[in-house]
């Protein structure tokens, strides 16, 4: 039996319309090409499916079967195909995405928010997790993709990155802090001051690390801490001085502290990650999109401040401030430090 499925969905345009001539509007067809697949189709099959008259076209007991079947068939076929579509286009299904927890808090919710207006059915899910972690994740194909954020380019071969946007460190501090008197900070006028960062989960400690040692200048003590807050409620109580990525991606600097950036400048990349030679798959790249394609401008939260005094915009606290000011150092409270 050779039936095509051109004819089945001729048979039940026609007996749901009861005319040949708005199946034929309906499909785009003919009138005689419509009837040709009818009668094609009853050869075939080797039944009678239409009683024809002049003015009427009524179903057989043998078309009025086959009409109910078929046509429950050629809807299941047409809802498969429209949601195999839909998923390839990246509309339906389940992103798994990995990223450190302080972005998630900031770019990546926005990221989803994105995805969310852009397509209601997909689902984004975030795992938090270390770097470290994130990588490992997405080498050993437990999630779609990552998000990272590295001081230096990403070594690893397995994987493939793609720059989304790169973000400035600031010293961050009370406005009312003898380095806030300046429109940027040298690294080197840190020295005198116990400092407060975020962890290796955001990767800030080793952008720090390698400022100064491109400056040539010893390391202080640091305390870390997994969260942009904690850092802010510390450097808040006066505690040290806060070293922090600074621009629209990241969380914003407390109403209480001013941020100044850092001479010369210090950088964070922010990456999009997935294995290499592993194409996504389509619902993953179209989230990917939405997280690459809206990278944004830098924050406003330095220029801002910098337009406070923008005389002295490239002002640079050359040296150290001294310390034997009112404003207490971490050493001098007996904040818990470490060495790195």
């Known amino acids: 039996m050779n039936v095509s499925l051109q004819q089945l969905r001729v048979f039940v345009a026609v007996a749901r319309e009861r005319s040949f001539t708005r199946a034929a509007r309906e499909l785009d067809l003919t009138q005689s090409a419509v009837s040709r697949c009818v009668r094609e189709l009853e050869e075939a099959v080797e039944l009678k499916l239409f009683d024809r008259t002049t003015r009427q076209v009524q179903l057989t007991h043998a078309g009025a079967s086959l009409e109910r079947r078929i046509g429950r068939l050629l809807d299941e076929i047409d809802l498969t195909l429209r949601e195999e579509r839909a998923a390839y286009e990246g509309h339906r299904g389940v992103v798994a995405l990995a990223s450190n927890p302080v972005l998630s808090s900031s770019w990546i919710a926005q990221g989803l928010a994105r995805c969310a207006s852009a397509f209601p059915e997909l689902v984004v899910t975030v795992e938090d997790q270390a770097q470290s972690g994130v990588l490992a994740s997405v080498e050993h194909g437990e999630v779609d993709f990552g998000v990272v954020s590295l001081a230096e380019p990403l070594a690893n071969d397995q994987l493939h990155a793609q720059p989304v946007f ?13 380095l806030a008197r300046h429109a940027s ?11 407060v960062t975020l962890n290796a989960d955001a990767g800030v400690r080793a952008a720090l690390d390698l400022a100064f040692g491109a400056q040539g200048l ?69 989230a990917w999109a939405q997280f690459a394609g809206h990278a944004g401008a830098r924050s406003q939260n330095a220029d801002r401040d910098t337009e406070a005094n923008p005389d002295g915009a490239a002002d ?16 001098q409270s007996g904040a818990a430090l470490h060495e790195p």
């Open 316 to 331: 640079v606290v050359a040296s150290a401030v001294s310390p034997e000011s009112s404003w207490p150092m971490a050493a």
């Open 218 to 286: 010893k390391r202080r003590p640091v305390q870390e801490f997994g969260h942009v807050a904690a850092v802010q409620r510390m450097v808040e109580l006066g505690l040290g001085v806060g070293v922090l990525p600074v621009d629209a991606h990241w969380p914003a600097v407390g109403e209480s502290l001013v941020s100044r950036p850092l001479a010369p400048e210090a950088t964070l990349t922010t990456l999009l990650v997935h294995r290499r030679n592993r194409s996504l798959r389509p619902n993953a790249a179209a």
């Open 185 to 195: 900070v040298a690294w080197g006028a840190l020295q005198d001051w116990a400092l």
């Open 166 to 178: 790169t973000t400035p460190l600031h010293a961050v501090m009370p406005p009312t802090h003898p």
